[in-house]
């Protein structure tokens, strides 16, 4: 059973950075997957923070964190980070890596057929 697993929350001051890094395991590889990047905030609906396709060509961020998340995956280590800077306190959520079959330069909003459990981020004003 494939399973993504997501590490590098925690509480950081606003303007601090924060780096998640998401660990898949399991009878596949994540090498031929988009991957990205969700949050959810308290009584919120979950929503896309960033994707990169399987290639590692082709990006896509949501406008707020642009200019201040990178995406980024090691398919040697089956790994995929986020890594966050200039923290807001509307950044503030829970964080979930994802997996989706794509086409090799595909960014894909939603269709993700594998998700970690979530790691908590709270950035305090």
Same mark, same amino acid.
């Given at each position: 059973?494939?399973? #993504? @697993?997501?590490? $590098? &929350?925690? #509480? @950081?001051?606003? $303007? &601090?950075? #924060?780096r998640l890094s998401c660990a898949a395991s399991g009878p596949i590889s994540?090498?031929?997957?988009a991957v990205g990047w969700f949050r959810q905030a308290p009584g919120k609906e979950r929503e896309l923070v960033a994707t990169l396709s399987w290639t590692g060509r082709n990006t896509y961020y949501e406008d707020s964190v642009k200019g201040r998340f990178t995406i980024s995956r090691d398919n040697a280590k089956n790994t995929v980070d986020l890594q966050?800077?200039?923290?807001?306190?509307?950044?503030?959520a829970v964080y979930y890596c994802a997996a989706a079959l794509a086409t090799p330069q595909a960014t894909p909003k939603?269709?993700?057929d594998y998700w970690g459990h979530g790691t908590q981020v709270t950035v305090s004003s």
């Amino acid at each position: 059973q494939v399973q #993504l @697993v997501e590490s $590098g &929350g925690g #509480l @950081v001051q606003a $303007g &601090g950075s #924060l780096r998640l890094s998401c660990a898949a395991s399991g009878p596949i590889s994540v090498v031929r997957y988009a991957v990205g990047w969700f949050r959810q905030a308290p009584g919120k609906e979950r929503e896309l923070v960033a994707t990169l396709s399987w290639t590692g060509r082709n990006t896509y961020y949501e406008d707020s964190v642009k200019g201040r998340f990178t995406i980024s995956r090691d398919n040697a280590k089956n790994t995929v980070d986020l890594q966050m800077n200039s923290l807001k306190p509307d950044d503030t959520a829970v964080y979930y890596c994802a997996a989706a079959l794509a086409t090799p330069q595909a960014t894909p909003k939603d269709g993700y057929d594998y998700w970690g459990h979530g790691t908590q981020v709270t950035v305090s004003s």
